[in-house]
């Protein structure tokens, strides 16, 4: 093998076996920057050895191995001065020896809970998001910081200092390397959520030709979902985000046109939607539904994108379902947003009138005063009730709204069309 | 990126030890809690299977057993993965199971990405 090459597969092994490395440390010298530090060390040891040596026949168990070794010189090292300033005798060398065979035993521990401490280290209320997102996507996702950085489109250093900064943070306010319990734990299980679907939804919004790092963010999100998924299966509402994260991704292939236009849920060729990620949500999703007796607000979510998920065509939809989704999702989530897509259910259910209802109280909501959407909808709504006057200055207001060139001319040509239409008797 | 994993060798090797089973269970525990397989399964002997084919301008269904091919797919797994050599190394390590667990035994995993749109992907 050449030294390329063999660089090349320790990237992959740093890929599959850094985080459980990572997390097995963090425990042993409760400090995850330090931990972090001792597994790269022990990386920067394999890309030395290995061109020469080969690569051992467990790479992970070797990693392991040379970082532990590295955190018992510390530990001696400090010892050493310790004993040093405190004139400490024979009793301590005892200890050491004793203490060295703990680490040992520690670090064959199951890993499962350690990878969790470190989920929950990452994702501490104590760091700002931006710090939670770039923490867990280099200690958990395995991504370096030029990674992260070209994925979020902002410069390496500022990155690297974001990531120096979230560690130095966690080791000053002395967070403990543990899983909260208690009703700590879905406040804390809630920003480890929140951390995942926000990586998602960056990638998810990134364009096609976009540098491909932003869309594989997708895939990384749903990776650290999938894991959390296994490491609290009890959780309904981790459930819930993964199946909607896998259900979202599923329509990837079918969501951007071929000259790089968007493609609408309904519009969409169904035929392109991803049916082993559909299969893989639905089934998360039905592990949600089993273990809670209301559903989440991610877990709702899920549900609704699954009504779609399971609609072989536009018009199988189930309409009135999801408008009972969306009732539930407005009294756990109550926001604008989720208004204005129940007012589209609604509509779809029970005809246009009923929508317009909806989205007449919407009017005055100052979050929503220059979202295109709103107009947008309204202008449908209006189209469909054959009030094809007040549609056209809809349309055109959401058109001079919109930043987006070519939904401005998809707008445009909706007012034009309302030119057509009869005008309404007794509008004048 | 997404990866099929296709597991080839002789159809008539027998069983395979438990021990080579428990590992690749133990294997592929480890992949669905990391998130990276996405699916798997193993095929039933291509005696009970069907070729459906079209030659010389014929469709016509053969039922097995046929005779002519060496190795056959046994198996696969999707997996998602960051890079190809992601994809390598998790197929050395299911086929140092093999070394390790059923001496004598022949085979090969391929490794075959499966496209996915970003492959198709407008150039920006």
Redesign the interface.
């Known amino acids: 093998m050449t030294t390329t090459h063999t660089h090349?597969?320790i990237?992959?092994?740093w890929?599959?076996e850094s985080a459980r490395i990572i997390a097995g440390l963090a425990r042993i010298v409760r400090d995850v920057g330090l931990a972090e530090e001792l597994a790269q060390d022990a990386l920067v040891a394999a890309l030395e050895q290995w061109p020469e040596s080969g690569i051992p026949?467990n790479?992970g168990a070797w990693l392991m191995a040379a970082a532990k070794h590295r955190a018992i010189d510390l530990w001696r090292r400090n010892k050493r001065l310790e004993r040093k300033h405190e004139e400490l005798g024979r009793e301590l060398a005892a200890k050491q020896e004793m203490a060295v065979a703990d680490f040992d035993a520690a670090i064959d521990d199951d890993i499962?809970d350690d990878l969790l401490r470190l989920v929950f280290v990452s994702c501490h209320p104590v760091l700002s998001t931006e710090a939670r997102v770039a923490l867990t996507l280099r200690l958990l996702g395995?991504l370096t910081t030029e990674e992260i950085a070209r994925a979020f489109l902002v410069p390496e250093p500022t990155v690297a200092q974001r990531i120096v900064r979230a560690k130095r943070t966690l080791s000053e306010s002395r967070v403990p390397f543990e899983v909260p319990r208690g009703p700590d734990l879905a406040i804390r299980l809630s920003s480890v959520l929140e951390v995942i679907y926000l990586i998602f939804n960056e990638g998810y919004s990134a364009t096609?030709?976009?540098d491909?790092l932003r869309?594989?963010l997708c895939?990384d999100a749903?990776?650290?979902?999938?894991?959390l998924a296994?490491?609290v299966p009890s959780e309904p509402e981790v459930h819930g985000l993964v199946a909607l994260m896998e259900i979202q991704a599923s329509r990837?292939?079918a969501r951007?046109g071929?000259?790089?236009e968007p493609i609408l849920l309904l519009d969409q060729n169904r035929a392109r939607w991803d049916q082993?990620?559909i299969h893989?949500g639905l089934s998360a999703l039905q592990q949600a539904e089993e273990l809670g007796d209301a559903l989440g607000p991610y877990a709702l979510q899920a549900a609704i994108a699954a009504c779609h998920a399971r609609a072989r065509t536009a018009s199988e939809t189930d309409w009135q379902r999801i408008v009972t989704l969306y009732d539930a999702l407005a009294q756990l989530m109550p926001s604008p947003i989720v208004e204005l897509n129940r007012a589209v259910a609604l509509a779809m259910a029970f005809g246009p009138a009923a929508g317009l209802e909806l989205i007449d109280t919407l009017a005055s909501e100052p979050s929503l005063r220059a979202y295109h959407l709103l107009p947008s909808v309204r202008g449908d709504f209006l189209f469909k009730l054959g009030r094809f006057a007040e549609a056209r200055a809809e349309f055109e207001r959401a058109a001079s709204l919109t930043r987006n060139a070519r939904e401005r001319d998809l707008l445009l040509d909706r007012a034009r069309a309302c030119a057509g239409g009869l005008p309404q008797p007794g509008l004048g | 990126m997404r990866f099929m994993m296709l597991v080839k060798h002789a159809e008539n090797f027998g069983h395979p030890p438990k021990e080579l089973m428990d590992a690749i269970g133990k294997l592929s525990e480890e992949a669905v809690k990391a998130g990276t397989m996405v699916e798997s399964g193993g095929l039933a002997p291509t005696a009970v299977s069907t070729r459906v084919r079209l030659s010389r301008g014929q469709v016509t269904a053969i039922d097995g057993p046929f005779t002519e091919a060496k190795e056959v797919v046994g198996g696969y797994a999707v997996f998602e993965l960051k890079s190809k050599k992601e994809a390598i190394e998790g197929a050395l390590r299911f086929m140092e199971l093999h070394k390790k667990h059923w001496p004598g035994w022949e085979g090969e995993t391929e490794i075959r990405q499966v496209f996915g749109p970003e492959d198709f992907a407008p150039k920006a």
């Not at chain 1, 749903?222 to 894991?227: A, D, N, Q, T, V």
């Open positions: 090349r597969a990237d992959a092994v890929r599959i026949d790479p499962g395995g096609a030709g976009e491909w869309p594989a895939e749903l990776r650290l979902g999938r894991i296994q490491l990837s292939g951007i071929p000259s790089g082993l990620l893989r």
